[in-house]
């Protein structure tokens, strides 16, 4: 079964300054790894993911992304914090293949407050 | 594109209700996913489909729950009868995945907020 652990349920950062939200996961087989973003009262917007190749991936608002397989890690990243990037944010894992490849399962959510 | 589709945005019920959730997703998606999320439990995904087909519904909590998708551009997540423990939000969401193995991103509607009293 696959899995995934977001270790720190809030990240506080000032603005300006970097910010990190860690995940690691757990699946057989190759993983296919997703970041989504959740603002107040509104659906997940999707961010970032990674399938295959580089492993730092850019997304969307200025995010990037490290897919590190020998940690199982996949933590998000962004050089400078904006007080709008306050959100919650979830990481997501799919095996990729099999009858299950579409079956994303998230992480717990990392609650981030970036102060001015 | 609208994108996803959700109505309504709020549902309150009385316990013992019938309450049906609608989604359309995005115009030539193949694949469709009702998730739920609550504080306790976290996102749950509770159903796919791959064109039109329920292809995994093991995260329907009970048979009080049933999903359907009748066409491409609908479906519908009811729950009868409706008990206080459902109060959750349920989000849709569609990807293109032509197959049930495909591992295109999905994209989330806004969500009911479900309250059952």
């Known amino acids: 079964a696959q899995s995934v652990a977001q270790p720190e349920d809030q990240v506080n950062v000032a603005e300006g300054n970097p910010l990190t939200v860690k995940c690691t996961y757990s699946?057989?087989?190759?993983?296919?790894l997703f970041w989504y973003v959740q603002y107040p009262n509104r659906g997940l917007q999707f961010l970032l993911k990674?399938?295959?190749?580089?492993?730092l991936v850019k997304g969307s608002y200025g995010f990037e992304a490290e897919f590190n397989k020998s940690q199982t890690s996949f933590h998000l990243k962004k050089p400078s914090a904006l007080v709008s990037d306050s959100a919650l944010y979830f990481c997501?894992?799919?095996?990729?293949?099999?009858?299950?490849?579409?079956?994303?399962?998230f992480g717990g959510g990392t609650r981030v407050l970036v102060k001015p | 594109d609208a994108g996803v589709i959700q109505s309504p945005r709020h549902e309150v019920t009385e316990m013992g209700q019938e309450v049906t959730l609608r989604c359309k997703p995005i115009?030539?998606?193949?694949?469709l996913f009702w998730y739920r999320q609550t504080m306790m439990r976290g996102l749950e995904l509770l159903i796919y489909?791959?064109?039109?087909?329920?292809?995994?519904d093991s995260g329907m909590p009970e048979d009080r729950f049933s999903a359907k998708m009748p066409n491409a551009s609908f479906s519908t997540l009811k729950i009868q009868p409706s008990e206080p423990r459902d109060s959750a939000v349920y989000f849709c969401?569609?990807?293109?995945?032509?197959?049930?193995?495909?591992?295109?991103?999905?994209?989330f509607g806004p969500g009911t907020r479900l309250t059952v009293l």
């Open positions: 969401a569609s990807s293109l995945a032509r197959t049930s193995g495909g591992t295109d991103t999905q994209y």
């Open positions: 990674y399938i295959t190749g580089d492993n």
């Open positions: 997501a894992v799919t095996p990729g293949q099999g009858a299950a490849g579409n079956k994303l399962t």
């Open positions: 115009s030539g998606h193949n694949s």
């Open positions: 489909f791959n064109n039109n087909v329920p292809i995994d």
């Open positions: 699946v057989s087989g190759n993983p296919y």
